[in-house]
């Protein structure tokens, strides 16, 4: 058979569909839907090998609806209005509707989505839609609003197995017909490398199955010394544009801040493994410095951007182990975020107080005209008093009531808060003895 194993295997029924029961399952939408015959325009948005193209599929022939495929990597807009035009003239021919079927719908641009929404707002076409990518950031509004989006999940590893016993006992479509065992853990094995991608995990067994016949191994029993000379390394599975970008990034932020350093460098090397951008780690880690660690460690600043230009010199992958370094330093320091909601503050209080000028002691005057309205008039140089400080307003009047830094008791703020809490004293104490 020269189709390759996992279309042969593609179910013929939802019945025979493994996986995503919430959809296909009694009570799921896709069935429910088929059973009141309607069928609405759906995004399928799911990781690959998930069964998005299967289910499509499915629904087209459960429905009686006409079906036709299209990639946004190969086709454009020239393609679509093709497509529409042929639907209409089924139409009007008293075919009924078409489903398209349109795979990696998130290729195409927001103003090339738009060539849908027509034919889908008519009822001309019920478009389905496969995306691996989160359709809040890649869809277009007006497209989101006609269709139903359906979340597909990774299959678990029981499921995948499910998958490939299937295949390796049918006789019509899989190896049920080959003189060949496997050793037993060996299917468990391919479903974890899969990583819930049926497809992959197919493609596995099927490279396994073919490389033992061509090794003169038929009729023996495979296992795990034979899979690992079949088996072609699989890359962890990660978008760097997409939902994926950002959750792990966010897990390695919440991970800093949370001081576990062990998961803080499992998700660093999950994204390098992915091809993440290095220099794009290294700026998450420089705002980490700031917003998470703060002055509770001064020295976190620093070596966060000492890092990143270690990175930038070094690259891949010996850079990688410096920004491994920071990430422990970063994970294991005192944490503050005192600056961060300090500025927070004043941004407030720069919005919400207009534009109030500052006193005049403490305004430049490099002109004649400015010392005569009184510009630096009272001006005392903190320098030539004890301890070099001076009691002195340097707010507008209206906002002295105001406080925005307020240091905590870990790290180095201990010693800011005592800093802050001796110039305090010396204040009240001058101010009293006026």
């Known amino acids: 058979m020269n189709t390759p194993l996992a279309d042969r295997m593609r179910p013929r029924s939802l019945e025979e569909v493994v996986g ?14 088929l059973a009141r015959g309607f069928l609405p325009s759906l995004i399928l948005w799911g990781p690959p090998g998930s069964g998005k193209t299967t289910l499509a599929r499915l629904l087209a022939e459960t429905a009686g609806l006409q079906w036709v495929a ?4 190969f086709a454009g807009v020239k393609e679509v ?41 008519e009822g001309l076409l019920v478009l389905v839609g496969a995306t691996t990518e989160n359709p809040s950031f890649s869809l277009n509004a007006a497209l989101l609003s006609r269709c139903r989006v359906l979340v597909l999940q990774p299959l678990p590893a029981e499921k995948v197995v499910t998958i490939l016993q299937r295949a390796l006992h049918d006789t019509e479509r899989g190896f049920g017909t080959e003189p060949v065992t ?14 819930g991608d049926a497809r992959y995990a197919l493609n596995l067994l099927e490279s ?13 029993s495979l296992g795990a010394q034979e899979f690992e000379q079949a088996l072609q390394q699989r890359a962890a599975r990660y978008d760097r544009e997409g939902e994926a970008h950002y959750d792990l990034i966010s897990a390695l932020h919440k991970a ?11 998700w660093l090397a999950r994204m390098f ?16 410095a700031s917003e998470d660690v703060g002055n509770a460690d001064p020295q976190a600043l620093p070596l966060a951007m000492a890092a990143r230009e270690a990175f930038h010199f070094l690259g891949k992958p010996e850079g990688e182990l410096a920004l491994a370094q920071v990430v422990v330093y970063l994970a294991t320091a005192p944490k503050s975020n005192s600056v961060y909601v ?53 707010l507008p009047a209206n906002l002295r009531h105001l406080t925005f830094y307020t240091p905590v008791e870990r790290g180095f703020e201990r010693e800011i808060a005592r800093r802050m809490a001796f110039w305090q004293r010396l204040k009240t104490r001058e101010t009293e003895g006026r």
């Open 20 to 33: 995503q029961e919430h959809l296909t399952g009694e009570g799921g939408l896709l069935r429910e839907a």
């Open 70 to 73: 299209l990639s946004a990597v």
């Open 182 to 195: 496997l050793e037993e853990g060996l299917l468990q094995r391919m479903a974890e490398l899969a990583d």
């Open 273 to 288: 493994a992915g091809g993440e951008d290095g220099l794009y780690i290294a700026r998450r880690l420089i705002r980490f």
């Open 208 to 220: 396994l199955l073919l490389w033992g016949r061509t090794a003169g191994q038929e009729g023996r």
């Open 342 to 394: 300090a500025y927070g503050k004043a941004q407030e209080a720069a919005k919400r107080y207009g534009s109030p000028s500052p006193p005049l002691e403490v305004r430049n005057a490099p002109t004649r005209l400015m010392k005569e309205l009184g510009y630096g008039a009272g001006y005392r140089y903190a320098h030539d008093y004890e301890h070099g400080y001076v009691a002195q307003e340097y």
């Open 81 to 121: 209005r093709e497509v529409i035009a042929a639907a209409r003239d089924s139409r009007n021919a008293g075919l009924g509707p078409t489903l398209l079927f349109m795979d990696e719908v998130h290729r195409f641009n927001r103003s090339q989505q738009d060539a849908f929404l027509g034919s889908v707002e």
């Open 256 to 266: 800093l801040r949370g001081s576990d350093c062990d998961a803080a460098l499992y």
